[in-house]
């Protein structure tokens, strides 16, 4: 329950959006500072927060919808009423939750911003709360991860965001941290080969129309290595969850390395699994090699 920021919230920030993003587009401080939280005793407890700086986060931009069976072309998993049964990677479909392709034929599907509340109560034990920005130093948004300084265990996680957010900015700030809530559950993502395919993707969510150039995060005032490279795989989460097609377009290779982490991890595989493309299997959507070229599915009897 949340009774005292001040107490709760004081941590570092290792990945945020506000304001600093929308003061001079990139002339901008770090602000992050790393500090225990709630001392006491000699189990005393530290923390580290992935806050949310910025208010230019806009809405996962659409891409022209690939055709099922190319990106099921050697046929796609499915019980009989058409619902696919594993992911890309063969990996069963097993959790409450599923962003990307449901269904045979089906086109992708986002999580509702409905259930925004419930995934992240169901991953982080506790749900999303709304607090004033000054409690929050400011920020839009802050996933905090509170840990035991004796024996490093986690034993809070908690996502806080601003209460005065528009419905759909607070949509996509919730969505971010909850990027960085699965990113940190799931052992953090590492990076490497994805840097290109993760700059597309923080551009795309987040450069004003009248910046000119790409806008990555040291230009919303991100300085360290680490808190860039979290802040990018938390805008992949988000891009991921609310537009698996854009992801599968522009940066098939980041969504691949999320499903590795996500998809087959036992505290996650049965709350939330993100699908885009699925492996082959019986009894399933097949297409013949003429139509795979025009992109026609052809349907088998699914088992």
């Known amino acids: 329950m949340f009774t005292s920021i001040s107490s709760s919230v004081r941590a570092a920030a290792n990945s945020n959006y506000g304001e600093a993003a929308l003061n001079a587009l990139g002339a901008l401080p770090g602000g992050v500072v790393t500090r225990a939280i709630g001392v006491a005793g000699k189990a005393a407890k530290q923390g580290k927060n992935f806050a949310s700086k910025g208010t230019f986060i806009y809405n996962v931009p659409d891409k022209p919808l690939r055709h099922f069976g190319l990106d099921y072309p050697h046929g796609a998993s499915a019980d009989a009423t058409g619902k696919l049964t594993h992911d890309i ?31 992240a109560e169901a991953t982080t034990g506790r749900r999303p709360q709304a607090v004033a920005r000054r409690e929050i130093g400011g920020d839009a948004g802050r996933y905090v991860v509170t840990t035991d300084r004796r024996s490093g265990e986690v034993i809070g996680r908690d996502i806080f965001f601003d209460k005065s957010l528009p419905p759909r900015k607070s949509e996509n700030v919730r969505a971010h941290e909850l990027g960085h809530a699965l990113d940190e559950i799931s052992g953090s993502m590492p990076i490497d080969g994805l840097n290109d395919e993760l700059r597309i993707i923080y551009n795309d969510l987040n450069n004003p129309q009248s910046y000119g150039k790409l806008f990555d995060p040291e230009n919303a005032g991100y300085r360290s290595k680490d808190k860039v490279g979290r802040e990018l795989v938390g805008e992949a989460f988000r891009a991921y969850g609310q537009n698996a097609n854009y992801i599968k377009t522009v940066a098939p290779k980041t969504a691949a390395r999320i499903r590795e982490y996500v998809n087959s991890n036992p505290n996650l595989k049965n709350i939330i699994q993100f699908n885009t493309l699925a492996a082959g299997g019986v009894g399933t959507a097949t297409m013949a090699p003429d139509e795979a070229k025009a992109g026609q599915l052809v349907r088998s009897a699914v088992m």
Request: hydrophobic share 30%; proline share 6%.
């Open 89 to 119: 990677d063969e990996r069963e479909i097993t959790a409450r939750y599923v962003t990307g392709r449901k269904t045979v034929g089906g086109s992708d599907a986002p999580i509702p911003a409905e259930v925004y509340d419930a995934l």
